[in-house]
């Protein structure tokens, strides 16, 4: 639309001719036309060619009324009505233009506005249906956390009644009559799981705020202390651990004295556990103006920086892995509430892997006891004290005549049951752990037929010792059977995927167990037959020996000479000309073990080489 004017401008510049250059004003006129046609047809396509509505003829009118002025400017300017009207006409043009892009602008803004007002009204809407939600969930989440926590209680609760009962029966029993070592095992046993159910159901009391204790009595903590120790004793006296006391007289505090004494019980209990052998345990009891600080130090395997607040919460354990003796996580916890519950203090000190040792420090009020109060007398229960149980291994003869088998188990109570059990019908070799069975394995003249071990143990698992067993080429043969208490599909599946024959879960019946050991074995005994046998079929065809009844004279030659069952086995595969590798390979058993075989066959045949007793077992019928 400039264009024109500088074509004026230009013709007027050379032609001096002011006529000539109006003439070309015609163009803007020309462009209005060409610009209304084409904004007629926008505006049709825009409103679909219905042009009824308010917004549409109100943008019809004013685009169109503001081009209007551009078509008359040839018109204007020929009538010479002067510069001022083409301004004012044209200028009306320039803001009827503005106002309609202006009212745009505003209308697109408050659009936008209502927009963004809905969408933030959808926003709060959203996050208060979400926080509705949340807290519905989070609110069933309770629930069925509160109910299934309610249903543990109310098992622990109503165990704790027939736990009570046999433990009271047994007690009365063992006291009228002889104390055997069954019944002392099913003592303990009986006074670990009340252990463990008291411990559960009062974290529970004490996560619920029931009020377990009565801290209103007055307690010695001094005798407390001292009493505790004579207990642990016998325990630390087995273990070579030496207990050193420095406890201060006359220390009272104002508590439930079987609170104190359950403090003073889990804190050594568990110095005694985590402790080596031959090492010391320090025990102090001071007074500090009007604190006392009790202090438990132990020399074992200390406590790493970042779990020292976390073994305060329940069940926490510090090793995925299991330590014999390791209990549910409960001890530190229960003390923790309990000296809460008295306005103290517990601390840590331990270095964790830099420094062997820990200490752990309870600070508690001292109470100063006039001579007409009495002191409460805490009721310690008897399964507060136990005396750790000793591997016990019956000393049977080895007998070539009966399979061997080897028990991985690092609860030495099972270890002493199977074993016992198992005695009566194998050759029975223990281990309390992966790493012993391996030990003792190199050094066994004969390797067991059958391994049964525990999954959870110290120092080596079940899964890490099947996986070297079943990774072995002298032990991969052998024969494995896991008993254990982890029952998810998952352990189950990863113990028979490590090539175990059975997984089997405790509890469980002896007599189930005993009767798969027995078909394992059986099974095994004839793997091992039919191996011999396709051997010998092989070695026959390959030798073309075919020597009439020289398999009954084999038998019956055996038998006059007195050879037991693996004797036999082993002269066959010798008369075979198998070297004594291949027999051990082929017998899954030790070399220097066929050779031990081989002599004893030599000195029953009478003979000093292979060739003469091949002689004399397979082609001779004479009698010894």
């Known amino acids: 639309m400039i264009t024109p004017y500088i074509l004026f401008v230009i013709v007027f510049a050379f032609s001096k001719n002011l006529n000539f250059a109006k003439d070309l004003l015609i163009l803007p006129v020309v462009y209005a036309l060409w610009v209304i046609f084409s904004l007629a047809k926008a505006l049709r396509y825009k409103y679909n060619g219905n042009f009824s509505s308010r917004e549409a003829k109100e943008e019809v009118t004013v685009l169109f009324l503001s081009l209007t002025p551009w078509v008359g400017l040839p018109v204007i300017d020929f009538l010479n009505l002067g510069q001022g009207i083409e301004a004012s ?31 933030e009204q959808q926003l709060l809407n ?170 438990v130090q132990d020399f074992g395997i200390g406590i790493p920086v970042e779990y020292q607040k976390k073994v305060f919460e329940p069940y926490f354990q510090i090793a995925n892995k299991k330590a014999n003796g390791q209990g549910m996580g409960l001890g530190l916890p229960i003390v923790k509430k309990i000296v809460e519950e008295l306005k103290g203090s517990i601390a840590i000190r331990s270095k964790g892997k830099l420094e062997r040792g820990t200490e752990i420090i309870v600070s508690l009020t001292q109470y100063q006891k006039t001579a007409s109060e009495v002191v409460t007398k ?21 007998n070539e005549n009966e399979k061997t088998i080897l028990v991985v188990e690092d609860n030495i109570s099972m270890a002493n049951y199977l074993s016992k059990k198992l005695c009566e019908n194998y050759n029975v070799y223990t281990a309390l752990n992966g790493n012993e069975a391996l030990k003792q394995m190199k050094e066994f003249a004969v390797l067991p037929d059958l391994i049964i071990s525990d999954v959870m143990m110290d120092k080596m698992d079940g899964y890490a010792f099947a996986k070297i ?88 030659n055996c038998q006059i000479y007195n050879l037991s069952a693996r004797e036999k086995e082993v002269a066959e595969l010798i008369c075979r000309g198998l070297k004594y590798k291949a027999i051990a390979d082929t017998l899954f058993i030790a070399e220097r073990t066929v050779t031990k075989h081989a002599q004893n066959i030599f000195e029953k045949v009478n003979v000093s080489n292979k060739m003469e007793l091949s002689n004399k077992l397979e082609y001779a019928n004479n009698s010894a």
């Open 89 to 119: 006409i044209t200028n009306i043009g320039f803001l009827l233009l503005f106002a309609l892009q202006l009212k745009g602008h505003i209308a697109g803004l408050r659009t936008e506005h209502e927009r963004l007002v809905t969408t």
């Open 126 to 295: 959203w996050n208060t249906t979400l926080q509705d939600e949340v807290a519905k969930r989070t609110n069933d989440l309770e629930k069925i956390n509160e109910q299934r926590t309610n249903t543990f209680v109310n098992l622990a609760h109503e165990t704790k009644t027939p736990l009570t009962l046999i433990t009271n029966y047994l007690d009365e029993y063992l006291y009228k009559n002889e104390q055997s070592e069954e019944l002392l095992i099913v003592k303990k046993s009986i006074d670990k799981l009340t252990s463990d159910i008291v411990n559960f159901f009062d974290v529970e009391k004490f996560n619920k705020g029931i009020i377990v204790y009565n801290h209103s009595l007055i307690s010695d903590f001094s005798s407390i202390v001292k009493e505790t120790l004579d207990l642990f004793e016998p325990s630390a006296n087995k273990r070579k651990i030496k207990l050193s006391a420095a406890i201060e007289d006359n220390v009272y505090v104002k508590a439930d004295p079987s609170a104190l004494n359950r403090v003073v019980n889990n804190l050594i209990e568990n110095a005694i556990k985590f402790s080596a052998e031959n090492s010391n345990i320090n025990i102090t009891l001071n007074k500090d103006r009007e604190i006392l600080n009790f202090s």
């Open 378 to 398: 805490p009721d310690i229960p008897s399964y507060f004290s136990s005396t750790p149980a000793e591997l016990k291994i019956e000393n049977k003869p080895y």
């Open 469 to 556: 067993i079943s990774n072995h080429s002298a032990y991969g043969h052998i024969p494995f059977i896991f008993i254990t208490a982890k029952s998810a599909p998952t352990d189950r599946y990863e113990g028979l995927r490590l090539g175990a024959i059975d997984y089997v879960q405790k509890p469980f019946l002896i007599q189930e167990l005993l009767g798969k050991i027995d078909s394992i074995l059986a099974v095994t005994a004839k793997q091992k037959k039919s191996i011999i046998d396709t051997a010998f079929a092989s070695l026959t065809r390959n030798e073309n020996r075919n020597v009439p009844g020289a398999m009954h004279s084999f038998v019956e």
